[in-house]
T-cell receptor, first 115, second 115 residues
Framework: DTGVSQNPRHKITKRGQNVTFRCDPI?????LYWYRQTLGQGPEFLTY????????KSRLLSDRFSAERPKGSFSTLEIQRTEQGDSAMYLC?????????????FGPGTRLTVL | AQTVTQSQPEMSVQEAETVTLSCTYD???????LFWYKQPPSRQMILVIR??????QNATENRFSVNFQKAAKSFSLKISDSQLGDTAMYFC????????????FGKGTTLSVSS
């Protein structure tokens, strides 16, 4: 499978715990995006990497959230001291360069439930 | 700031019929991209069709076509010969014509195709 993969697919945690999600983009893609999607809503942008550089962060990305892409390949999104309001689907997308740079390919998402 | 509005939360259509999903957006940009993404139940989001704002010709992809009205800031999706597999959440999305910017999504329209 050469698509975007995300792990875990589901995560249930208790309020106050830390969680970490992983995203593996399409191998030749240098751009990686994180979005959050709550029930019945469209995805909302969180952050964006070009290679290993984090170039943009949304105001939605509070201090409890941190994202990394250390070698310009996979990325991790960590949420510290989770709150019930963090319950959502976390989507990762990647895109390449060239004529199709604006097409983002999405992974299946990680569904987070905070109890 | 850019906004995307989808005014139809739910729509239904019979197999083989045609359905049109509406989308309006607001932006002060002159160059941008518009997209329709499809998110089937419990499956990942995929790109349906893309439109560059500088192109006057409406994009088409097999049974899917758009009606892009730049002055009215309207971008509707027409699905012809609807199939059961078209059942999904459809999101309209906007992207500025800059390298690596985020997608801004509408709230989505749930389309149900019945036999």
């Amino acid at each position: 499978d050469t698509g975007v993969s995300q792990n875990p697919r589901h995560k249930i945690t208790k309020r106050g715990q830390n969680v970490t999600f992983r995203c593996d983009p399409i191998s030749e893609h240098n751009r990686l995006y994180w979005y959050r999607q709550t029930l019945g809503q469209g995805p909302e942008f969180l952050t964006y990497f070009q290679n290993e550089a984090q170039l943009e962060k949304s105001r939605l990305l509070s201090d409890r959230f941190s994202a990394e892409r250390p070698k310009g390949s996979f990325s991790t999104l960590e949420i510290q001291r989770t709150e019930q309001g963090d319950s959502a689907m976390y989507l990762c997308a990647s895109s390449g360069s060239g004529p199709s740079y604006n097409e983002q390919f999405f992974g299946p998402g990680t569904r987070l439930t905070v109890l | 700031a850019q906004t995307v509005t989808q005014s139809q939360p739910e729509m239904s259509v019979q197999e083989a019929e045609t359905v049109t999903l509406s989308c309006t957006y607001d932006t002060s940009e002159n160059n941008y991209y518009l997209f329709w993404y499809k998110q089937p139940p419990s499956r990942q989001m995929i790109l349906v069709i893309r439109q560059e704002a500088y192109k006057q010709q409406n994009a088409t992809e097999n049974r899917f076509s758009v009606n892009f009205q730049k002055a009215a800031k309207s971008f509707s999706l027409k699905i012809s010969d609807s199939q059961l597999g078209d059942t999904a959440m459809y999101f309209c999305a906007f992207m500025k014509q800059l390298d690596g910017t985020a997608l801004i999504f509408g709230k989505g329209t749930t389309l149900s195709v019945s036999s």
